[in-house]
């Protein structure tokens, strides 16, 4: 719910590992050289300490789905601005800048495609987009998605980055925690899987809805994940907060995440599981 | 109509609290000096009427964020203690603790026997350490489940009674998973197959709001407010500064007609003049009545339909261009 402060916050590295123009970029963990053309290749992990850099949906969709296959749907659906908002600038001028800059229309691009020839539904938020908040599109949009599955009968899957609900649709932007949770449970009434990927940062709305939902919870390594943001909790208790809070060893370790998969295995864990789950006890 | 001494006063309450507390001055100064007021009197209880009603009407988003703060305004127990003819309190989520923050219980509303669960601020400073100041745990909302699912059990109706500044942020809520507790209730109660009715009574503040702000309606009392996150935590971010909190309160457009407007909510229940806190027992009533009122159509409604009914009704939240 807090993205922005933690944009200012955290994410002053981050900027870096966005990976800008050049050809050599430095780990922000480990403060190795990397060179570009070998960290695509490495999928974005460090050589040298595995941090797993963050990445926009598209590398995602190109490291998860069999060559070609994915198909995006609903690419256009953008926010209406309904409050009509406004803080130092309009809501709508923000959006505005950030399709601009970003190329997207909003924090989640929904699709389907074949992971390792298993058809899927899959929603991939973005966290370049707004600091990956949700708001009425990104909402409508997963919500569809799950709909989709259930029509399609195709397991769901769900990747988020996200700082949790944006601030600037108000109360609607509050509902989409309990639309997406509706069709996730419907969805499970009918036993369809649904597999929740957290990445680094999932916090908020988005944790407190559809993230912590799945029948299987995979997080990628040393991603923040929670409720509050840490600075809310360092304020209020008005004391540090132990080391490894929120990180998804963390949050593994209290009982919230099943496994935590290494980016360079993650289709083939999420191949695996939806084999698992594909298979049929036959009687003899 | 004699008032009490109202220990504490908004600033623009002030005028109106003013002028009563002269009244009931006059009235004691009659009675002990035996002089005639009545006519006095009148004329001041018509004016004080007419400034009641001239600043009610026009309050501000941040104005009724306040009303909805407001010490003396009545809480859940007290709702329940002047709308229940039984009330059974049941404690703890069997598996942590209980919550003081979240109570929850077996309820005789007229001819329902229903549950009743809802956000429990404290009085004082004592009592509201004993709350938490209404911001509950994980095994708030848990207990909250738990005592839903004898609802479902046993086939009860589900009275929500939302008051809260948010779900507690402390390291102990984090570990325990706030995050799947509430999820787990928007999840739930989603498709939990009895009536279920919300009241906003008071502070609508985001997740820890909704993790018990499921139902077939969502009403709220006109002086209540809801929305994503609280206006100091909006202006603290987007203003960079936490006392731009009236701005961001009007910005996220946070009172009951624009969550009415939104089609958020189903109803504005009217408070007594004054706010709730003017008359406690007259807000009772009136937030009986409408809960009657909507539990007696929902309770027509075949059950299959009635989850149909509640999906459509989350389908069709937010806004947004194609
Ligand atoms: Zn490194």
Known sequence: MDWFKRKKEALKPVEKKELPDGLWIKCDN?????????????????????????????????????????????????????????????????????????????????????????????????????????????GEKISRAIDLALENKQPMLILSSSGGARMHEGILSLMQMAKTSAKLARLAEHKIPYISILTNPTTGGTTASYAMLGDVHIAEPGALIGFAGPRVIKQTIGQDLPPGFQRSEFVQDHGFIDIIVHRHELKQRIASLLDFFAHQNNVA | ????????????????????????????????????????????????????????????????????????????????????????????????????????????????????IGQQKGRGTKDNLYRNFGMPNPEGYRKALRVMDLAVK?????????????????????????????????????????????????????????????????????????????????????????????????????SAPDLLELGIVDEIIKEPEGGAHHNTEQAAQIVKEAILRHLRELMQIPRRELLEQRLDKYSKMGSWKE
């Open chain 1, 30 to 138: 480990c403060g190795e050289i990397i060179y570009k053309k070998e960290l695509e290749k490495k999928l974005y992990v460090c050589p040298k300490c595995d941090f797993h850099f963050r990445i926009g949906s598209d590398i995602y969709i190109s490291i998860l789905f069999d060559k070609g296959t994915f198909t995006e749907f609903n690419q256009s659906m953008k926010a209406a601005d309904p409050l009509n908002f406004k803080d130092s600038r309009k809501y709508s001028d923000k959006y505005k800048a950030t399709v601009k800059k970003t190329g997207m229309n909003e924090a989640v691009v929904t699709g389907t495609g074949q992971i390792e020839k298993h058809k899927v539904v899959m929603a991939l938020m973005d966290f370049k987009f707004l600091g990956g908040s949700m708001g009425s599109v990104v």
């Open chain 2, 1 to 116: 109509m004699a008032l009490k001494t109202q220990k504490f006063v908004l600033e623009f309450e002030r005028p109106v609290v003013e002028l009563e507390e002269k009244i009931h001055e006059m009235r004691e100064y009659a009675l002990s000096s035996g002089l005639e007021l009545d006519d006095d009197i009148k004329r001041l209880e018509k004016k004080a009427g007419q400034l009641r009603k001239e600043i009610y009407s026009n309050l501000t988003r941040w104005q009724r964020v306040q009303l909805a703060r407001h010490p003396l305004r009545p809480y859940t127990l007290d709702y329940i203690g002047h709308m229940c003819s039984y009330f059974e309190e049941l404690h703890g989520d069997r598996h942590f603790a209980d919550d003081r923050a979240i109570v929850s219980g077996l309820a005789q509303l007229d001819e329902f026997s229903v549950i009743i």
């Open chain 2, 154 to 254: 046993f086939d009860k109706p589900i009275i929500t009674l939302i008051d809260t500044p948010g779900a507690y942020p402390g390291i102990g809520a984090e570990e325990r998973g706030q995050a799947e507790a509430i999820a787990r209730n928007l999840f739930r109660m989603a498709r939990m197959p009895v009536p279920l009715i919300n009241v906003i009574i008071g502070e609508g503040a985001s997740g820890g709001a909704l993790g018990i702000g499921v139902g077939d309606r969502i009403l709220m009392l006109e002086n209540s407010w809801y929305s994503v996150i609280s206006p100091e935590g909006c202006a603290a971010i987007l203003w960079r500064d936490a006392a731009k909190a009236p701005e961001a309160a009007e910005a996220m457009k946070v």
